[in-house]
């Protein structure tokens, strides 16, 4: 699994890439945090998640979903990456993220996957589960950050709320 998820992870699949074995303990620090996040997932049997981290697997199971699908296996890997260090980061990982980010890992790492499938305490194979759907109000935030220029130098940054007009932005 883990010389798999560095080839995809090295870039586009149409790309020539150099190899350097010094880049594959990064791909195993990621199989390793998966299988930790899955790990405290089902130690803890969480099942509350808080707003940040449902927008955030959301979102990631609408990246992971596109990138499969146009073969962007390196970005798909990346948003994986992200939601991982998020749920590491968390007191108590949710063991419903556990469970999509182990069906989200499976094409790319299966071996993988199936393990953190059996730890959360599935039987069957994770090979017959559905893919993850998202929801794609989930996906859009409410806010974005803007940057401020003046002079045509970078100043600051605000935050407004997304569906903002052009007047509140100013």
Same mark, same amino acid.
């Given at each position: @699994? &883990? ?7 090295m870039g586009p699949l149409e790309a020539v /890439? ?7 303990? #990064? ?11 899955? *790990?405290?997932?089902?130690?803890? /049997?969480? $099942?509350?998640?808080? !707003?940040?981290?449902?927008? +955030?697997?959301? /979102? $990631?199971? /609408? !990246?992971?979903?596109? @990138?499969?699908?146009? %073969?962007?296996?390196? $970005? ?6 992200? +939601?991982? *260090?998020? %749920?590491?980061? %968390?007191?108590? =990982?949710? +063991?419903?993220? &556990?469970e999509k980010l182990a069906l989200m890992v ?5 071996? %993988? #996957? ?6 959360? #305490?599935?039987e069957d194979s994770l090979a017959y589960e559905?893919?993850?759907?998202? @929801? ?11 940057? =401020?220029? =003046?002079? #045509? !130098?970078?100043?600051?940054?605000? $935050? ?11």
């Amino acid at each position: @699994d &883990a010389l798999r998820l560095y080839e995809m992870f090295m870039g586009p699949l149409e790309a020539v /890439k150099p190899w350097q074995t010094s880049q594959v303990p #990064g791909v195993v620090r990621f199989q390793n945090r998966v299988y930790n996040a899955v *790990n405290a997932a089902a130690e803890s /049997k969480a $099942t509350e998640m808080d !707003k940040d981290t449902t927008r +955030l697997l959301h /979102k $990631t199971m /609408k !990246k992971v979903t596109e @990138d499969i699908e146009s %073969l962007s296996f390196n $970005t798909a890997i990346s948003a994986m990456m992200v +939601l991982t *260090n998020h %749920l590491m980061s %968390l007191d108590e =990982v949710p +063991l419903e993220a &556990a469970e999509k980010l182990a069906l989200m890992v499976s094409p790319l790492a299966p071996h %993988l #996957g199936e393990e953190c499938w059996s730890i959360l #305490g599935n039987e069957d194979s994770l090979a017959y589960e559905p893919w993850v759907v998202y @929801d794609e109000e989930l996906c859009v935030d409410d806010e974005i950050t803007m940057g =401020v220029q =003046v002079n #045509g !130098k970078a100043r600051g940054q605000i $935050t407004i709320p997304a569906d903002a007009d052009e007047e509140t932005a100013m």
